[in-house]
């Protein structure tokens, strides 16, 4: 299956900072998307991108695709306690399923 | 929003025992699948299921696991024989096209 790392795995930010996580593939990607599973929760999809850099806004969140298409990063400006939770990306296999990176565990601290 | 049901939320078996889970997937949508979740870890395809056969299926899923439709509603996972290392969340998911995934809220499973 298709390999991809996410970094940093566990982030720990004040309320109020920022944060970032990262999505890295040694391979060109046709799209990748954005999941946030909360503690205890399921998955739950965020956005889908597909065209080499872009850029997609969601309220607080940032999404980029790198312009070679290896690379994707989530931002979140600004974190809330509501933004605690895991984000993986997922990637598409030449099989035509995503599989799923590491994840990044954010903390946000009150 | 439409949702993907899955039970139980919980099972609990001994080691060896065969188990069935069940999920139901959102009614328009055409492909199913199936991840799981070791704890704390990330989410690992299973299988895919379209038009009533596998369509891919992961070197995690070996001649223990199989999956079936066997109505026009209800997709199951069976385990034959469980292994402790079976222990794990098993999410269901679902979709129309190549767009996000639906995930049940999963079911925990235990083997014992």
């Known amino acids: 299956g298709q390999q991809v790392m996410q970094i940093p795995q566990y982030q720990h930010v004040q309320e109020g900072e920022d944060f970032t996580t990262y999505c890295n593939s040694s391979?060109?990607?046709?799209?990748i998307q954005w999941y946030k599973q909360r503690p205890g929760g399921h998955p739950v999809f965020l956005i889908q991108?597909?065209?080499?850099?872009e850029v997609k806004k969601q309220k607080r969140l940032t999404f980029q695709f790198g312009e070679a298409k290896k690379n994707s990063s989530l931002h979140i400006t600004a974190t809330q306690t509501t933004d605690v939770g895991t984000y993986f990306c997922?990637?598409?296999?030449?099989?035509?399923?995503?599989?799923f990176g590491t994840g990044t565990s954010l903390t946000v601290i009150p | 929003e439409p949702e993907v049901t899955q039970t139980p939320s919980h099972q609990v078996t001994q080691m060896g025992q065969e188990v069935i889970l069940r999920c139901v997937p959102i009614?328009?949508?055409?492909?199913f699948y199936w991840y799981r979740q070791i704890l704390g870890q990330k989410v690992e395809f299973l299988v895919s299921?379209?038009?009533?056969?596998?369509?891919?299926k992961s070197e995690i899923f070996d001649d223990q696991f199989s999956v079936e439709r066997p109505d026009g509603s209800n997709f199951t996972l069976k385990i034959r024989s469980t292994k402790l290392e079976d222990s794990a969340m098993y999410f269901c998911?679902?979709?129309?096209?190549?767009?996000?995934?639906?995930f049940g809220s999963g079911t925990r499973l235990t083997v014992v």
């Open positions: 997922a990637v598409l296999d030449p099989g035509n399923q995503f599989y």
């Open positions: 391979t060109t990607l046709s799209n």
């Open positions: 991108l597909v065209k080499s850099g």
């Open positions: 009614s328009n949508h055409l492909y």
């Open positions: 299921f379209y038009n009533n056969e596998i369509s891919e």
């Open positions: 998911a679902s979709i129309t096209r190549l767009d996000g995934y639906t």
